[in-house]
T-cell receptor, first 112, second 114 residues
Framework: TQLLEQSPQFLSIQEGENLTVYCNSS?????LQWYRQEPGEGPVLLVT?????EVKKLKRLTFQFGDARKDSSLHITAAQPGDTGLYLC????????????FGKGTKLSVIP | NAGVTQTPKFQVLKTGQSMTLQCAQD?????MSWYRQDPGMGLRLIHY???????DQGEVPNGYNVSRSTTEDFPLRLLSAAPSQTSVYFC?????????????FGPGTRLTVT
């Protein structure tokens, strides 16, 4: 079973601060995805990374896939209250699989 | 497009009762799945379907049944509710994007079993 470990589990920061959350595995993933889930809603896909070392930017969010494709990080610059939510990473347990294994998430609170 | 819709939004059941959680998608996605989300446990796959007439078990299937008679609908049935089934249930549909399968989630059903 390929597991995804996310850290930290909880993060509370002030508006305007920068932060990084991590998604780690002992297994190689063909791709990793990041989702954001707001309270009372379902997760929403933010990005998919597939190439080792790949960096993708989505406004103030920067996603990186590790060179060995075993880990990923999400960096948020100048966090805003609208960034508050649960950030989940997920990856297919096998190449081309339509199933996803999810990490347990990082719960982010951005205080105005 | 409405995307993935789920009903009801909230439900309270007594132990032993049965019910069906409804899920529908209008994106013509072949793949659909049901997850449950519990504090500290993340999202766990209950059942999934790769097309009409085809279903399979996920990580935590016990106590749940599914069927897929059409591409659009994928209901989840609780046979005899137990307090351990208190959870938030999410339905998702999926398609093959440019590089990987991408999942679209419904808004969830919050179920309490007393």
């Amino acid at each position: 079973t390929q597991l995804l470990e996310q850290s930290p589990q909880f993060l509370s920061i002030q508006e305007g601060e920068n932060l990084t959350v991590y998604c780690n595995s002992s297994s190689v993933f063909s791709s990793l995805q990041w989702y954001r889930q707001e309270p009372g809603e379902g997760p929403v896909l933010l990005v998919t990374v597939v190439t080792g070392g790949e960096v993708k930017k989505l406004k103030r969010l920067t996603f990186q896939f590790g060179d060995a494709r075993k880990d990923s990080s999400l960096h948020i610059t100048a966090a805003q209250p609208g960034d508050t939510g649960l950030y989940l990473c997920a990856g297919p347990p096998g190449a081309g699989s339509y199933q996803l294994t999810f990490g347990k998430g990082t719960k982010l609170s951005v205080i105005p | 497009n409405a995307g993935v819709t789920q009903t009801p939004k909230f439900q309270v059941l007594k132990t032993g009762q049965s019910m069906t959680l409804q899920c529908a998608q209008d994106m013509n996605h072949e793949y659909m799945s049901w997850y449950r989300q519990d504090p500290g446990m993340g999202l766990r796959l209950i059942h999934y379907s790769v097309g009409a007439g085809i279903t399979d078990q996920g990580e935590v299937p016990n106590g749940y049944n599914v069927s897929r008679s059409t591409t659009e609908d994928f209901p989840l049935r609780l046979l005899s509710a137990a307090p351990s089934q208190t959870s938030v249930y999410f339905c998702a549909s999926s398609f093959r994007g440019q590089v990987a399968y991408e999942q679209y989630f419904g808004p969830g059903t919050r179920l309490t079993v007393t």
